[in-house]
């Protein structure tokens, strides 16, 4: 079997490596670097950031408090970049390493499919190298949104990727868009004395996740002097001087903001320019259309993770890498969509997985909700970081755990409970009767879960 | 890691599964995923692949009937110790044997009954006074005492045991054991390699709301001797003759004129009048008036007549002796006269024998085509359709016509495609022209 897989990112590395174990001979063409955006400009360089910024932060804010004084604490933005660069590097060293391991064929340039067995691929220098194949594997992904607003080609206006790379700090940024990324970009340069200013058109940053969980890092985000302004339309970008000129457009009026910097982070689109796909007659309209095989509408093509236009999560990439090669080498597989955690990594963190409680009021679900504030855990006080909660949405009927939602410190890691429990159809008792650490984070995740029947030990009724 | 291979579940509703080949042998190396062993049930036949990889070590089952996941073979590295894996399987064996036991019919038991009781059973005065006060046949339980002799604690092994099999609980997802307690599912009824979740208990409590619904009943009768008979009749004819279908339309327009004219003289049947076409024709075309006996054709100056009579029981076919010198009158006489006999039971055997061709008619159906079985050892048959208006297209414009299928089955061996074909055409003219029958 020879698997063609384009796109090196996660869904398309984790692709070519599963491919290898189950004896397939796979090629895998990227033209810009392993890893795809989530290792070199998304996922990894950004946590990096808000790791230091994170332990800056605390001391700053919290340090004398915590037994720590100090004299003079500063980032140094020089060595946090290099340090970025490092992880970055090795990370994808690393993949490399593995690639090579496994005897993936690895082409440096952009592929191109031209038959139904063929792609050529332009490789860096220029040459075109045809390659054959059986089954071909399309990972990708995505680039960022740039819509026609009137300047957006000012100087000064960055995307994502460019603004990990920044030389220095900015004194002011505004960030277009307060999604996922939006908010945690504010995060990070607002906790390092950036003055940032986030302008979203929806009524609510991260409108996405529960609002019981954001109004958390909506409260966390003010306090560190981030302006939100909600419900907003940016209509024109304009130069001033060094500065860029922002006009917004909201039901208070017209307005001019002003800024060193701005990021726009309104969403990401499909990369599918290019790839050869009218000529395969492959159906796309927002994203690769792919079925639950992963498999598009020409049978030997296959398409995984953001440039299928679903969930753009690195996660889902991979998992759906994993399902297209083994349904390719004739293990049955099918990816469960409702565990996806879904992780913002913020200060406070939040994540969650499985039905919101709006959800379930939409699909008419009979749904009961357990909950825990963290200022009753032991663990969120040693850490300083008592707001926050955890929240279970479960099934009157049966108990059954539709969902689980948290803000606080560690939801990222302490979410995978929740997933655990939705792919094993687990109900609160499983949750209840399963013995957690004291003290962890995780007991409050078991109190939620005793909340449901109003019986957390660490609550009053 | 050996691994004990089962009778697979491959159907929601699937219990037993036949296994009837091994593509394997014992000692074979087995990759993971390599077609092992063939399993038919009711309603297919699968092949199972290996689920891992190892050596064939043991053949448990080498073919027949086994209940799912009733152990059959035994997948193991090639020196492990399979003793352990051999004495689980050999266990459920057992056990499985239990229950098969209440299943087998009565002669079964009452043999099994007999022959136990001729072998002394040995068991210690407690074990028996035990069995006896739960109800235990302890000709059942194997003894572990000298000698084979049964005690005490061989009976409650054996209640225990018999108490396992019948809580066997399936692994199941805590939300599908809440879903199958609220509706009332009993999970052990659902078979499933892996866990049971709880879309398997909601599909299989839909399952039992259709079949609840459908109340299905299936009733078992003896065939008459006349099914019998029929039946015994159209499967040799099937496989014996090497039959031909052909099909022709023809206009019906003059036929029924004829029948309008004669209506004042005597009302006939479109039977009738192809009844004594057909003795003209088939004349003309002795082949298809033949019977083949061994290397011999026999053909005939005469033509009897086999007409095809429907009756509730079955079919029955009276013949029209001698038709081909009988006028459409007589003829007319006789099919109703034979018709009313088959009706109530009085056709002597004499007036069902001697067919050289049969016609058979389910144009009162509204059948516009089929296939009709050659009543062996004669060659041919005709069918006789519905007759349907058909537009035509005549000098520019549509004119309907009353149009009639004619569906001939007939036997390569004797009467070839060409043959057949010119005899219906030959039909044709006749069934198109009537008048030509007082040339």
Request: hydrophobic share 40%; glycine share 8%; with cysteine.
């Amino acid at each position: 079997m020879k698997i063609l897989i384009i796109g090196g990112g996660p869904g398309g590395y984790v692709s070519a490596i599963r491919a290898a174990q189950l004896g397939a001979d796979v090629t895998l063409i990227e033209k810009k670097y392993i890893g795809g955006t989530c290792l070199n400009v998304g996922c990894i360089p950004t946590k990096v950031l808000l790791n230091t910024v994170d332990l800056y932060d605390t001391l700053m804010k919290d340090g004398s408090a915590l037994g720590i004084d100090f004299e003079k604490l500063a980032v140094n933005w020089d060595t946090l970049q290099n340090r970025k660069n490092n992880i970055v590097s090795d990370l994808v060293g690393g993949v490399e390493k593995l690639l090579e391991a496994d005897a993936v064929k690895v082409l440096r340039g952009t592929g191109k499919l031209t038959q139904k067995n063929k792609a050529e691929v332009t490789l860096l220098d220029g040459s075109v190298e045809e390659v054959t194949f059986d089954k071909a594997i399309l990972a990708t992904g995505s680039k960022v949104t740039i819509v026609p607003i009137p300047g957006i080609d000012t100087e000064g206006i960055l995307t994502s990727d460019e603004i990990l790379s920044l030389e220095e700090l900015p004194e002011s940024l505004c960030i277009v868009g307060g999604g996922v990324i939006g908010s945690e970009f504010a995060s990070v340069f607002s906790r390092l004395g950036v003055d940032v200013t986030i302008v979203e058109m929806l009524p609510r940053i991260i409108a996405t996740m529960e609002e019981t969980l954001t109004q958390y890092l909506d409260y966390s985000l003010k306090d560190s002097g981030v302006k939100i302004l909600t419900e907003t339309k940016v209509t024109k970008f304009g130069k001033n001087g060094d500065h860029i000129d922002i006009h917004i457009d909201s039901a208070e009026g017209k307005s001019i903001l002003n800024a060193e910097k701005v990021l726009l982070s309104i969403g990401r689109r499909p990369v599918v320019e290019g790839l050869g796909l009218e000529a395969l007659n492959i159906d796309q309209k927002n994203g690769i259309a792919i079925n639950e095989m992963m498999q598009t509408s020409a049978e030997n093509i296959y398409a995984i993770g953001d440039c299928t236009g679903g969930v753009m999560l690195a996660h889902v990439a991979s998992a759906q890498g994993i399902a297209a090669v083994e349904n390719i080498m004739t293990i049955n597989s099918k990816m469960d969509f409702k565990t996806i955690p879904y992780c913002v990594y913020t200060k406070p963190e939040i994540a969650s997985v499985g039905m919101t409680e709006a959800d379930a009021k939409e699909k008419n679900i009979d749904y009961k909700v357990g909950s825990f504030p963290l200022s009753g855990s032991g663990k969120a006080m040693i850490l300083n970081e008592g707001e926050g909660l955890v929240k279970f949405i479960i099934s009157s009927e049966t108990e059954e755990i539709l969902g689980m939602h948290m803000v606080g410190p560690k939801a990222t890691e302490l979410i995978v409970e929740g997933a655990l429990a939705l792919r094993l159809e687990a109900t609160v008792d499983e949750i209840v009767t399963t013995i957690h650490a004291h003290p962890t984070m995780s007991e409050s995740v078991q109190e939620a879960a005793h909340d449901v029947f109003k019986q957390a030990i660490h609550l009053m009724y | 890691m050996g691994q004990i291979i089962v009778m697979p579940k491959l159907g929601l509703t699937m219990t037993k599964g036949n296994l009837i080949k091994w593509f394997k042998k014992e000692g074979d190396v087995i990759k993971k995923g390599e077609k092992i062993f063939s399993v038919e049930t009711d309603k297919l036949t699968n092949d199972i692949e290996a689920a891992c990889s190892g050596i064939l070590r043991k053949i448990i089952v080498e073919s027949g009937t086994r209940e799912i996941l009733e152990p059959v073979a035994i997948i193991a590295d090639k020196d492990e110790d399979i003793s352990e894996l051999l004495s689980k399987a050999s266990v459920s064996e057992d056990t499985n044997k239990v229950v098969e036991k209440e299943e087998v019919k009565k002669e079964v038991k009452e043999e099994k009954k007999s022959s136990n009781n001729n072998k002394r059973v040995k068991a210690s005065p407690k074990a028996k006074r035990l069995a006896k006060k739960e109800g235990i046949d302890i000709r059942l339980v194997d003894g572990s005492g000298p000698g084979g002799v049964i005690n005490e604690e061989d009976v409650l092994e054996f209640i225990e045991n018999m108490k396992k099999e019948a809580e066997k609980k399936v692994k199941t997802s805590p939300t599908a054991d809440k879903i199958a307690e609220n509706l009332g599912v009993d999970v052990n009824n659902i078979s499933k390699e892996d866990r049971v979740m709880k879309d398997d208990v909601i599909e299989y409590w839909n399952f039992e709301r259709v079949q609840e619904m459908a109340s299905p009943k299936e009733t078992t009768k003896d065939m008459s001797t006349m099914r019998k008979i029929i039946a015994d009749r159209m499967h040799s004819s099937q496989q014996v003759t090497a039959s031909v279908n052909y099909n022709l339309s023809v206009d019906t327009t003059e036929m029924q004129n004829l029948r309008k004219q004669l209506k004042p003289f005597y009302k006939i049947t479109y039977t009738d009048i192809l009844v004594k076409i057909l003795s003209k024709v088939l004349l003309e075309y002795p082949e298809l008036n033949a019977t083949m006996s061994g290397q011999k054709i026999i053909t005939r100056n005469y033509v009897n007549m086999g007409i095809a009579v429907a009756k509730e029981e079955g079919l029955l076919v009276p013949v029209v002796k001698y038709a081909n010198v009988k006028g459409i009158k007589g003829i007319s006489k006789e099919i109703k006269s034979l018709a009313k006999k088959a009706k109530i039971n009085s056709l002597e055997p004499d007036e069902m024998q001697g067919a050289t061709f049969t016609i058979s008619n389910l144009g009162m159906y509204g059948m516009e085509s089929f296939t009709p079985i050659i009543n062996h050892p004669e060659v041919a048959i005709l069918g006789v359709n519905t007759i349907k208006d058909v537009a035509h297209k005549i000098d520019g414009e549509l004119k309907f016509k009353p149009m009639m299928n004619l569906s001939l089955t007939a036997d390569h061996r004797v009467v070839d495609g060409s043959k057949a074909a010119e005899f219906l055409n030959r039909l044709k003219e006749y069934i198109e022209n009537p008048s030509i029958l007082v040339l």
